[in-house]
C-alpha cells in the first residue's frame, strides 16, 4: 500500500494503482479524455500530463504507478502550459460545431476548454475534413471530425461488449473511428459509447437533438428493467423524461448498463401513463379521483372478502408490497395472493455481463414478502378460481413496464373472467379500455421514480432509490392504494414536505426557474461570448 | 579510411550463401558461442561496450540484463524495418550477408535463452525478404537452427516476418505490434518490451547491425571489440552516406571517425561547384548541422550530442548549396505526417500542423508569426508521447528554423526560396 | 401612490386651470393647422414613424442562400432569453452538411421584451430584432409568431439572408 | 449488403491453403492477417476491397474490424485500384536531393496521369512514397516488387517503356 502525494495532499492507494487513481481518491482535479477507469490504459490523449517530483520530464498519469513517497503535482505553469496544449492540439481539427451538437453542455472538450484554454486560435489552415453523421447501427450515429480518437469506444467493444465492431481506421490526423461497411454497430450494450465518448462524436439516436444538455435535471435511481438493478440517473425536465445513463456501482453493474434499461424512460412520461381513476361498467366509462375511487372500492372488498383475489407483479417496491400484502392479510384476511410471472421460460437466463431475464426489478424482494406472510399462491388456483367464479373480484398491480410482459394481452383476458377486475397500474393498457362484459375500476399509480422504496435485485442486493420528481400528480403509489382500500386515510406527515427552494432562499418564483433551466456547468456569461 | 570488420566480405558474393559464408569464417564461432555461458556472452557483450545501431544508442549488454530472470518463454526479434529516410545499410547487411545477422542472432538467442525468433523486414524490401528465407532455410538444413543446433542441446526456431509499410513499425513496441497482428501502434512503456513484448512475454529488439556484431564480439572478444572506435562509442559502424555528394554509399568505419572525412573521403567531396551547406548525421530525425558545425563533428554518440544531434541509425544525409531548406523540411514534414500512426493526439495533430504550416510558408503563404509556430508547436510537441516519433518529426524542425532562419524569413517576405527562387510553384503546378 | 394635496382658496376654483390647458391646446391646434411641418405628433395609423434600421423590434430569423431556415436549433436564444418567450423543437435534416434545424420555431411576442439577447447569443447570424414594431393581433394565438411569420412573412419579401455563407465556410475548413 | 460485399471475392484454393498455412505458423492467429492480407491483394489485382476485409474475416475467424484496421494502416495494402505495373517513386528527403520530385512529375507527365492514377490502359499507376531504402542510389523507384536505382528521367521511361 503505498503512499503518495498528490497536490500536496497525501494519500494511500493499493499496490499497483496508478497516479490517475490516486487522483480520483484525492478527487483533484486531473484532464484526461482516453481513461476510462472500466477500460484498459491507452494513454493516448497525452493530458493527464504531471509532474513527479525527480522526474524533468512530465509523466502521463493514467499510466504511471504511484510508488511509495511519489510526490506528484499538476498544479504548475509548466504542466498548465502542457495540458494547454495538447488541447489545443484536440481542438485544431475539432469542427467547433456545438451549436448542433448534442454534446454540447457536457462535452469534455468545453470543460477542459474553459479551464485551460480561452485563447485565440493559432492555426491558419484549412481544417482535416471528415465524414459527418455515419450511420453505425440502429443505436448510434457518428461524427468522426468531433472525434479526439481517444479510443474508449473501441476498446469498450473489444474489452466489455466483446464484439469488436469498431475500430480505428487510417493512420496520423487521417484516423477515424468507424465500422467496417457491411457490419453495424449492434449489440446490446452499444449506447455505453455513447455515455463514455468524452466529445460529441457518437451520440445516441434515441436521444438526438431532442433536449439541450442543460435544460435536463438528473436524478439517481435503480433500473427497473430487469432484475439485475443497474443504477442509473434519469434525465428530466417538465416536459417529461428523456434519457437513463448509468451510474457507477460496483457490486452491481460497474460503469454499464444496456441498451434495453435506457429505453425505461419511456413509459415515465405521461403519454403512456394512466392519469385518472376510471370505472368502466358495460361500456360506459366514468373517470374519478384515483384516491375516491381507492377509496370506494374498501366497502366492495370487505363484503366480498373471500372472493377477492390478489395478483401482484414484480414491478413494485419492497415497501409498497409489505403494505399491500399485509393490509389484504390482516385487514380482510385475504390469502389469495398470486405472483404474475412474465416470459416464464428466459426466466432465469443470465447473458453475463448484465442482462437478466427477469424482466422485473424487484422479484426477490416480492418473493421474501409473500414469505414473510406465508402466502403460497400458485397461479394455477387463480386460472381455477376464476373460472369456477370463485373469485368475483381481483385486484391486479399490472405492470409499469409493459413491454416485457409479453403475456399481458393473454392475462388481460384471464382476469376479465372475474366480475370485477380492479386494475392498480401506471401504464396505459389500451385492451383494458375495451372490456365490456366485466366492471374495469382502473387506479393509476405512480411510477418507480416518483416514490421511494427499494428493490432487491437477483444477486439479493437491496437497493434504495429516491424520489426523481413527479409526472402524473394523482397518481397513488401501492402503499396509498393499500391504505385507501383498507378504509383508512391518507396522513401526510409535515416533516416529509419537501420545503420548496424558493423559501429558504428568499428567491421569488420566477428565479427558481431560471436557475433549473441553467443548471449543468453551462455558464453563460453575458456580454464576453 | 574504412574499418572492415562487418563488411570484410561483402565484395564476394559466395558470401550470400551458406558455403561460401561458411568458407569465409562462418559459423565457426557459433560452436564457440553454444559452449560459453549464456551469461558470459551477455557479459562479453556488455563489457565490449555495443551500443544499439538501430537509433536510440542503448547499450546492447544492459538491455538483455533487462530480462527478468525467470523461466518464460522469450523472444529475439531483429529489426529490419529500416524505414529511416536516408538509411540503407540493413538492406545491404540482409542481401550481402544473410547468414551473419542468423549467425548473430543465434549467439544472441542463446544468450538471453530465447527459443524464438523472427527477424521483421519492411515489406518493401522483397528482394532481402527472398534472401533472408532462402538463408535461413539454409541454415536448418545445416542444423544451425532448429532442434539441438551442433549438439548443444540448445533448441532454436526463426522466422522471417514481412511488414507492410509503416516507418512506426522500426519503433520497438510498434514493431511487436504489428508482429502480433495489430496496427503497428507503438505501446505504452513501462512496461518495456524486455519485461512484457511480444505476446506479453519477455522480448529482445535489436537491430541488424547490432546483432550482427555480436558475431564479432565473441569470435575476438570484448577487449579486441573495444580497440575499434572510441571508449565511449566503441566499435565500428556502417554509415549510410547519401544526398549531394559524389560517391553515396555504405561505409564502414570507426566510430569517432571525422565526418569531414566521411564526406570528402569516402563520399569523394561535394558534386563540382557546389558547396557544402548542411548535413543530417543521423537519419531524418536528427537535428541538422550547418557546414560549419560538420567540419567539426566527429562520428560517434557523444560528440554527436554534445552538438544537439545524434547518430541515430548512421545516415549521413549532406545537403548542399543548391537546395533550399524550406523545401527539405517540407520533404520531412511530408513525411512524417503520412507516417505517424495516430495514436497520440501531439503527434498525430501536431505532425499535420507542422505539414500544413511549412506546405502554406512553400506556396507563398505563409505568415512571419508561422515561423515561431513552427517552433512553438514542435516545442510541444516534444517528449509528450508514447514514442519518439513526435520528438523526430519536431527536433528536425527546430533545429531547421534556428540554423536557417534567415532562408525561413526570405521565403516568407518574398514568396519564392532564397535558393531556388520560386521552383515550388513549377513542381506543384 | 403619493397624492399631492394643494393647499390655498384659488386652486379650489378649476376653471382657470381649464381655460390655461384650453389656451395651450388651442394654440397649438393654430399652430399645426397653419404649419403641418412642425407638428409633432402622427396621424396614426395613417401616418407612421420610420425608425432607424437598428431599431429592435419583432424579430426576423435569417435564411440561407437557398432560402432555407438559418437557424441550427441550437437554442442559445432560448436559454438566454430572460423573459422565456422562445420555444424551439429540432429535429435530424436530411442534409449531412446541416444536420439539425428547427422544425418549430415560436416566439411568444406578448412576453418578449426586446431586449435583444437571442441576437447577442446566436452564433450563426439566424435570430434579428429588425425594424418592424408594431404587433397588432386580434386572438392570443395572434401573437405566437412561427417559422413562416418570423422568415417568411410578406414585409421581408422572401426572407433575409444573413452574411454568413456555409458554403464559404466549408471551403475554408471552418 | 452484407451478401453482396461477401460473394464478390472468394480466394482461389492455392490462397485459401496458404492463408490456412500462415494462420498455423505464428504463435496467434492475429499475426497471419499480414500475410493473408498479401496472399487476398495478389488475388484481387493488387487492391482491396471490403468484400476481402469480409471474406478474410470469416475464413480466418478474426472480427473484421481488427482487419480493416490493418488494412488501412498499412501503405503497402492499397486501398485502389492499381495498374499492372505499380510504379512507386521515393520522394522522401535523399531522393528530393537527387530530383526524386522531378522523377516522378515527369512519370506522370510521360505517362499521362495524375498520382494514384491509372493509366487508361491498365498497365501503370504511379505513386510517391516514403523512403524505399535506396538513399544511396537516389533517386529511385521500385515497379511492383523490384528496385529500380540511379534514374534519371530519361532511364526511368526506358524501363517503364520496356514492360509489357
Known sequence: MPKCTINGKEVEVKDGQTIMEAFYKTEEPIAHYCYHPGLSVAGVCRLCICDIEGNPRPQIACNTVVTEGMKVSNKSDKIKDGVKWVLDFHLINHPLDCPVCDQAGECGLQEQYMEFGKYDPEMAEHKVKKHKVVDLGPTVVLDSERCVLCSRCVRFTDEVSKTSELGIFNRGDRSEIGTVEGKKLDNKYSLNTVDICPVGALTSKDFRFRQRV?????????????????????YFNKEGFFRVKPVYNEKVNGHWMCDEGRDIYKFLNKDARFTTGIVRQKGEQTEMAPGALAKELHKEIKAKKDQVALVLTGQYTVEEYDAMVSSMVKEFGISKIYHWVNNKESFDSFDGLLLRGDKNPNTKGLLQVLEKHQIKGVWGDLEAGLKNKSIKTLIVAGPENKAVFDNLETHVKLFAQAEHLVWLGSAKVDSLLNLNNVKVSIVPLKTF?????????????EQKFKRATTVVHEALTLTETAILMSGKNLTVPMAQIEKPAFLENKRRQDQVMLENRKKNEFVFKRGSL | METKLLTEFYHLDEFRFLDGYKKNGGYVNLEKALKMQPQAIIDEVKASGLRGRGGAGFSTGMKWSFLPKNNEPRYLVCNADEGEPGTFKDRLMMERAPHQLIEGMIMSAFAVGSKKSYIYVRGEYYYPVEVLEQAVQEAYKAGYLGKNILGSGFDHDMDVYRGAGAYICGEETGLISSLEGQKGQPKLKPPFPAVKGYLQKPTIVNNVETLAAVKYI??????????FGTEKSPGTKLFSLSGNVRKPGNYEVNLGYSLNDLINNEGGGMKPGRKLKAVIPGGSSAPVLTAEEASRATMDYECLAQMGTMLGSGAVIVIDDSQCMVDMLGVLMHFYHHESCGQCTPCREGTGWLNKIT????EGKGRLQDIDLLVKVADNMK??????????????VLSFVTKFRDEFEFYVREGRSKVRGSFYAQMHH | MSVVQKAGAASKWYLPGILTGLGITFKHMIKNIVSKKQMVTLNYPEEKYEYSSRFKGNHILTVKKDGNIRCTACMLCATNCPAECIKITADENPD????????????????????????DACPVDAIRLGPEWQTPGLSGANFTYDINHLAYRPSLKGGIQSHVDDEERHKEGI | MLETAKSTFQLSAEGLAEVKKELARYEIKDSAIIPALYVAQKENKGFITTAVIHHLGQVMDIPVSKINEVFKFYTMFNQVPVGKHHVQ???NISCALEGGRELTNHICHELGVKL??????GRFSVSRVECLGSCGTAPMMQVNTKYYESLTPESAMNILRGMK
Open chain 3, 96 to 119: 449531412p452538411k446541416v444536420e439539425k434545424f428547427p422544425i418549430s420555431y415560436e416566439i411568444d411576442i406578448l412576453r418578449c421584451v426586446f431586449c435583444g439577447y437571442c441576437e
Open chain 2, 359 to 362: 506546405h502554406s510558408i512553400l
Open chain 1, 214 to 234: 442543460w435544460y435536463l435535471k438528473d436524478s439517481e435511481t435503480v433500473c427497473n428493467g430487469c432484475s439485475t438493478g443497474c443504477n442509473v440517473k434519469v
Open chain 1, 449 to 461: 421514480v416518483e416514490k421511494e422504496g427499494t428493490f432487491i435485485n437477483a444477486a439479493g442486493l
Open chain 4, 116 to 121: 494514384g492514377e491509372v493509366t487508361a490502359d
Open chain 2, 383 to 396: 517528449g509528450r508521447t508514447i514514442c519518439a516519433l513526435s520528438d523526430a518529426a519536431a527536433l528536425p
Open chain 2, 218 to 227: 565473441i569470435r575476438d572478444g570484448a577487449a579486441a571489440y573495444k580497440k
Open chain 4, 89 to 91: 517513386v521515393c520522394t
